[in-house]
């Protein structure tokens, strides 16, 4: 990335970065994001992983040293490798598992390390533009939990929509999981990773 210009004016390239919200390796939502992520490559779009359990980072802590800086440089953490993914990648797939009907913490906190991708006026309420909007940007979500009603998956969809919405991308598909508790368990169902497949495949057509 050219770090002399601006993040507004930057054209993000053809290239997809998944974000795995789950603390568990090797579980259903690592499966999941492999699956969207395949169906992108497939389609001879290039894709990064981060599975947020490896990292270490905070939540924002609202310093608003990014008000000036236009980037977070009041947590010097593992955030600053991902911040030029993010800038890089057109498209953004977000995995979540439903703890107590919403994202994970750690989905949580990636998605207020965002905060600083926000433009701000100094009024009250303050108005707000982001950084990052009308660049073409597109987003698929993924939520997978336990139970089989709607209603037991909770805010998880919603708690990565509405912020990404706001930042700017365009929710081109989204994926609710039902039924799936155990490890690596989503394996078994065909439907499901095809399901995956295909969205990872419209993400990278949206591209082509
Ligand atoms: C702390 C915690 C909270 C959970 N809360 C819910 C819940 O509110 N609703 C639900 O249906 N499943 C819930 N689950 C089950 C997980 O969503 C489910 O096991 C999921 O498949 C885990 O995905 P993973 O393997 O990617 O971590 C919870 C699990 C944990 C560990």
Same mark, same amino acid.
């Given at each position: 990335m /050219?770090? &002399?210009? $601006?993040?507004?004016?930057?054209?993000?390239?053809p290239r997809v970065l998944g974000i795995c919200g789950?603390?568990?390796?090797?579980?259903?939502s690592d499966i999941l994001l492999d699956h969207v992520l395949k169906g992108t490559m497939?389609?001879?779009?290039?894709? /990064?992983?981060? %599975?947020l359990r490896n990292l270490q980072f905070k939540g924002c802590i609202g310093c608003e040293c990014c008000r000036k800086d236009k980037i977070c440089t009041g947590l010097p953490d593992d955030m600053s490798e991902v911040y030029?993914?993010?800038? &890089?990648?057109?498209?953004?797939?977000?995995?979540s598992p439903t703890h107590n009907y919403n994202i994970t913490s750690w989905m949580k906190a990636f998605i207020?390390?965002?905060?600083?991708?926000?433009?701000? &006026? /100094?009024?009250?309420?303050?108005?707000?533009?982001? $950084?990052?909007?009308? $660049?073409g940007r597109k987003a698929v979500l993924v939520a997978v939990c336990e139970q089989v009603d709607r209603h037991d998956m909770g805010f998880t969809l919603e708690a990565m929509r509405l912020p990404i919405e706001?930042?700017?991308?365009?929710?081109?598909? &989204?994926?609710?999981?039902f039924g799936i508790? /155990?490890?690596?368990? !989503?394996?078994? $169902?065909?439907?499901?990773? %095809?399901? %995956?497949?295909?969205?990872? !495949?419209?993400?990278a057509k949206s591209f082509l």
């Open positions: /050219d770090s &002399e210009k $601006q993040i507004s004016d930057y054209t993000p390239k789950s603390p568990r390796k090797n579980g259903n497939e389609h001879g779009i290039a894709t /990064d992983k981060v %599975a030029p993914k993010i800038i &890089e990648s057109q498209g953004l797939v977000l995995v207020d390390r965002l905060y600083c991708f926000y433009n701000f &006026e /100094d009024n009250r309420p303050r108005g707000w533009s982001s $950084q990052i909007e009308n $660049q706001a930042l700017g991308y365009e929710v081109i598909e &989204e994926l609710p999981v508790f /155990d490890k690596a368990k !989503v394996k078994e $169902q065909n439907d499901v990773l %095809a399901s %995956a497949i295909s969205h990872g !495949v419209k993400l």
